[in-house]
Structure formats: C-alpha cells, structure tokens
Nanobody
Framework: QVQLIESGGGSVQAGDSLILSCAAS????????MGWFRQAPGKEREFVAS????????DYANSVKGRFTISRDNDKYTVNLQMDNLKPEDTATYYC?????????????????WGQGTQVTVSS
C-alpha cells in the first residue's frame, strides 16, 4: 500500500533553514507528481509546493516563493522541501502528498494520499 513518511521537522528561530524529507513506497514513484501542504492550528490545510513527475516543473504558494525549494529523487523515492529564511507564520504541520496524476497541482482534491505530517515551529 502507499506509504508517505515525513521527517525533518523541528523547532527553529526565524531566519533559520530546515529540510523536510518524504520517503515514499508502495507505488510507482516516478509516474506521479508530489506535493507539500501545511496546516496551522485552527486553519485549513493549504498548498505549499508541488513538483511534477520528473522534477522539471514546480509550483509554489506565493507565501513561500523564493524561500522554499521542492525537489525529488526518483531513484530514492524521496521528495524534499528545502525551507530557507523561515518565518513565524511558517509554523504548521507539514504534509507530504501523492498526486493523482503527473503534473503540478495546487488543490487538495488533486492528491490521493497523505503522510502523517511533521511539525515545524518557528519562533521570533
């Protein structure tokens, strides 16, 4: 079955960097787009970044554009989210997601499976 396991979360100071990783298994990884979403307490889950099946195309939420970078390794079945210049408003649980198809998508409905999430806390 599909498994998505996130790692790399933690507590950092504003301006610091973190790398989130998602280890995928149970499906043909190179055939599908992948995404990262986040959810802060009391808020809806929101799109962060997406990458297409071969890594050629990416898409980002405006709030993270220029600070976050999504990448994937189809040989290792992993997708990473490099987060630089973190801000307190980036505090949330971050979720890795498997898309239903191969291109980039920003809407939650385009994703079929989700990881358990990893917490990121940024203090000022």
């Amino acid at each position: 079955q599909v498994q998505l396991i996130e790692s790399g979360g933690g507590s950092v100071q504003a301006g610091d960097s973190l790398i989130l990783s998602c280890a995928a298994s149970g499906f043909s990884f190179s055939g599908y787009a992948m995404g990262w979403f986040r959810q802060a307490p009391g808020k809806e889950r929101e799109f962060v970044a997406s990458i297409n099946w071969n890594g050629q195309y990416t898409d980002y939420a405006n709030s993270v554009k220029g600070r976050f970078t999504i990448s994937r390794d189809n040989d290792k079945y992993t997708v990473n989210l490099q987060m630089d210049n973190l801000k307190p408003e980036d505090t949330a649980t971050y979720y890795c997601a498997l898309a239903r198809y191969s291109e980039t998508y920003t809407n939650r409905e385009a994703y079929s499976h989700w990881g358990q999430g990893t917490q990121v806390t940024v203090s000022s």
